[in-house]
């Protein structure tokens, strides 16, 4: 099993509608972080949690919220899906900052 | 500020011939830490290699090599007879101990046609 596993991993949707990318990591780190892919822009820090109960803006969080759910468990929310949302997502998980460990990636589209 | 800046937006090479892609970083922390990623095109991010800043000797895994200099703040990465299945994005990051979380650059476009 992959050590950070993304669900799902292709998913698209309608302009208004709600989706939730839901992120379970068996590292047992406590940092967890969403980030955000566009062609030419590299990625993204969209909102990062060193804890369940710490949660944290990054760069482009507006149109996003997140929940810490558990150690393990991070999920990633669009309430209200926008074309300019389709991009490829993923979650990453850190014991300490120095290293990262990637999942495999979401390709939401918005149509 | 932390910024993590790959000029070359792609590259095109034919098999065999060497390559370099530049990354250029700026941090105000004394210890930090560098990384390479590779992005193939199904998607998923291959880790490739992690330095610190306290770690300048150069590194060299098969093919790939990388080259750690601090006084220019940059970290290139060499890939000496290049193949097809190099063809990726490859992307540099950067995170100091003020930091949060990994910062990228924007990634350059490997082509490696045969």
């Known amino acids: 099993d992959a050590d950070v596993t993304q669900t799902p991993r292709n998913r698209i949707t309608k302009t208004g509608k709600r989706i939730m990318l839901e992120c379970s990591q068996t590292?047992?780190?406590?940092?967890m972080y969403w980030y955000r892919q566009d062609p030419g822009l590299g990625l993204r820090l969209i909102y990062y949690?060193?804890?369940?109960?710490?949660?944290n803006k990054g760069e482009i969080s507006d149109g996003y919220s997140v929940s810490r759910q558990a150690q393990a468990k991070f999920s990633l929310s669009l309430e209200s899906a926008i074309p300019n949302q389709t991009a490829l997502y993923f979650c990453a998980t850190s014991d300490s900052g120095r290293e990262a460990f990637f999942g495999q990636g979401t390709r939401l589209t918005v149509v | 500020a932390q910024k993590v800046t790959q000029a070359q937006t792609e590259i095109s090479v034919v098999e065999k011939e060497d390559v370099t892609l530049d990354c250029v970083y700026e941090t105000r922390d004394t210890t930090y830490y560098l990384f390479w990623y590779k992005q193939p095109p199904s998607g998923e991010l291959v880790f490739l290699i992690r330095?610190?800043?306290?770690?300048?000797q150069n590194e060299i895994s098969g093919r790939y090599s990388w080259n750690f200099q601090k006084s220019t703040s940059s970290f290139n990465f060499t890939i000496t007879a290049s193949q097809v299945v190099d063809s990726a994005v490859y992307f540099c990051?950067?995170?100091?101990?003020?930091?949060?979380?990994?910062?990228f650059g924007k990634g350059t476009t490997l082509s490696v046609s045969s």
């Open positions: 590292k047992g780190h406590d940092r």
């Open positions: 330095r610190n800043s306290f770690d300048e």
């Open positions: 949690s060193f804890d369940v109960k710490d949660i």
């Open positions: 990051a950067l995170v100091d101990l003020g930091g949060t979380a990994l910062i």
